[in-house]
């Protein structure tokens, strides 16, 4: 069962889920890869769980299209990260994505049966 | 977008110590939270390998794209590899051609020669007489098909300049042994050795299309050949030659009463050819043969007094004889160039792996397995050299061209050299090995790198110790490998100028010679040979420029030679041993004059020693030593007739000299004079004419031939050449040999350098931090120098005395190479070191004064 449930994961993250996922947590500000990973994580309870092998190249592909954009900072007393931000090109995709979505589940939950709350 | 690699690097540093730092934060040990990591990777990983036709295209994509990233190191590796494989190619082809293609005849494996033994010493290796080939050919069971031939010249008239041309003149077997049929007409039918019937020829190919234009309705006509009306049955293809190219026509061997008979029987002139049946075996042929000579002596007793044998030798064998030897020393030396060349490629696939190491660690974190990343970077060295091979075979074909106008043609079959599949084959197998053997060890190194030292290493590309051993040891069996290279070509380099210091005993300057031959045809007999010589020399002495002129039966450096058996007056001959047998020259009076070759005692022969005179004789010093060792030859008399002794008087001891080669022991000779013929029957023979010029002898040429067509308007003249010439000639195997194998030390000297000055460079660039370091802390510049050439320095050092006792181990393989050398040759062994490390030297001087000028402030503030 986990095993499926791993694999439906993978494949909807490939199929795109993974880029709203990213580009929603850079609507409210910068973040670095490691955050982005931690995040997804916690705030899936651990469900949705990112592996280096899939977040950066995931990462380097949305920079590439100019969805959101890496840069070096450095802090006083920490070593420079590489922060991504979300640019307006990315801001327009999340919110078209996110409607996307939105419609998406409702039309399973109609069709599953499952009560929107 | 990041930078590839070094900002993905450092990104995944961070993720991966960040993951590290709360897993432990978290409460897992040390080892805990790597495996937890590890098991992330490995996850991935183990979905990414297998060995799969996609995967090999994606390498092949990924190298070649690696590789155009990189364009100077890729060019910098071809060229090594292109210039490593494709003199073995060359060479190869050479090897492949002369030693390894089967003869151009039908199942050539079967073909053997048939060489007589008469059981007296020195004496092991005789042609067959017409009596023995007909036993050979009747009385055997093991063959299938025996034959026999003599080289020798014919003059063409009629129809142009006389021409004198090389042929043979062969038994009717001998091209339906060879498996061999004519182009247009046919070859011999077995009724054209008998008299009468034998006035026909066989032209070659090169023959007809220079003389007769290719014309076939030359077949069936008749053209004077040494004088005689002779009708043309055949021409044959193109690519037959036999026993070479030089051979361009063959008539039958008349196989008469005469020619069979027992006085005949101990003429050994022919060279006997045959062919094994099918399944036999050469031991079983020589059992057969065994039983077919061991009849002779009692068949004829007057003819093989010490009884007879004779041996099978096959005709690849004979043809290629001691070819072999030099070209496998200049395979092995190419072989080394191709080694050294693999060190140096692999030091630098080392040095880039070095700074690869990151862009492998983050291929090993997106979860590339260590055997797929060891795949990939062999994919690229395999790739990198089949490249190389292909440039390498492009090289090679040139060059083979280039060797084969080079070569002298005294190397058998260097015309039937080219590249063929065999050397594209040859060329690939290498090609491959090559990219294995420099590949292999670079890849491993590089796919062991633990990942997260990698990625965690800083900006340094840093691990100079891990490539460092490994690059130093390479560099260290370069210097080994290239200096003994240089060694043996220094011997042989050494062995040639000795070889040209030797004095050939005459004066070869300004010394035009050339080859007469008149027909018997005409010149039925001695006297009237005899006039030729007397018009032709006294025109030729009339002619300003002209100084000299004389003759001989066999001339110094022509190839030619020729023994006598005689036995000395008031000696007995008890043993077979004691019969005697030295070379023998006929020579016109002025020879030893025209020649320059000092008469030590007594005087050298006139035009007073004629036919009515008594018989004179010349012996050179060393026949003296030999046969009269305590006493002067002077008037003492010999023989060459065993019934009726006809005596010759020694009256003269000539200078030694040189007569086949520079290199040989001086060997006795006698001399008689041409006037005085050895038996009644004595016909003009071939003659060498020596004309001794005031000017360029070649320019002479011309006078020399007007002067001939004076006399006798159908005589022509061959082989003409100044003596320094043929002298040249006698040395270009050796000189070839020499040059190519100093090229490929000259190569090997320079791959050498490259990678010494590469390792050391390398070592620079890696070191700048600790050389600022140091000089900061108050190094003086001279410190830093002495360092970085010492450490290059030290390399050369251990290789050169790993090279220097290699060398000296090689030597015996050397000395049958060499002359007048020895092969540890002292001045060698420590010439071509010290020249070997005033190279390195200088390869390590360049990035020396480079880490000299390392500006310490600058490299601390970029850390």
Known sequence: MQYIKNRMLDRELKKGSAELLILSLLEDQPRHGYDLSKLIEARSGGILKFRVASLYPLLYRLEKRGWILGRWIEKAGQRRRRYYRLTPVGANVLASQRHTWREFVLAISRVTGVEHA | MPEWPDDVAEELRQHLDDQYRDLRAAGASHDDALRAMADDVNAVRSRRSGLRPELIAADVRYAFRTLRRNPGFAIVVLLTLALGIGANAAIFSVVNGVLLRPLPYRDADRLVVIWGDLRRPGVNQIPASAGEYLDYRDRSHAFEQVAAYDTVGFNLTGGGEPERVEGAVVTTTFFALLGASAQVGRTFAAAEDQ??????????HSLWMRRFSANPAIVGQTIPVDGRPTQVVGVMPAAFQFPDRSIEIWKPFLLDAEALSDNNRGSHGYTALARLKAGISRQQAQADLTAVTATFKADHPGNY????????????????GDTGRPLMVLLGAVAVVLLIACANVANLLLARAASRRKEIALRTALGASRGRLVRQLMTESVLVSAIGGLIGLGLAAWAVDLLIASAPDSIPRIQEVGVDVRVAGFTALVSLATGLVFGLAPALRASRAPLNDALKEGGRAGGGGVHGSTGRALVVSEVALSLVLLIAAGLLIH????????????????LLTFRLSLPESRYTTFQKGQWFFDEFFTGLRRTPGVRSVAAINA?????LGGSRSFHIEGREEKRPEDQTEEQLRIVTDGYFAAMGIPIVAGREFTERDALNQPRVAVVNDAMAKKHWPHESPIGKRVSFSTNEPVWYEVVGIAGNIKHRALENADRPELYVPYRQPLFAGWTVRPMYVVARTSADPASTAAIVRHEVARVDRDQPISDVRTMDERIGRSLSNRRFSTVLLALFAGLALTLAAVGIYGIVA?????????????VALGAQRRDVMAMVVGQGMTMTIVGTAIGVAASAALARLMSSLLFGVSAVDPATFVGIPLLLIAVALAACYVPARRAMRVDPLQTLRSE
């Open chain 2, 495 to 510: 062995s040639f100028t000795r070889l040209q210091d030797v004095a050939p005993g005459f004066d070869s300057s300004r």
């Open chain 2, 305 to 320: 007094r010490n009884g007879f044998g004779a041996t099978l030798r096959p005709l690849q064998e004979e043809i290629v």
């Open chain 2, 555 to 559: 001339l110094p450096f022509s190839g």
């Open chain 2, 195 to 204: 008299p009468g019937r034998d006035d026909v020829v066989v032209l070659s």
């Open chain 2, 762 to 774: 390398y070592s620079v660039t890696e070191r700048t931090h600790e050389i600022g370091v140091r």
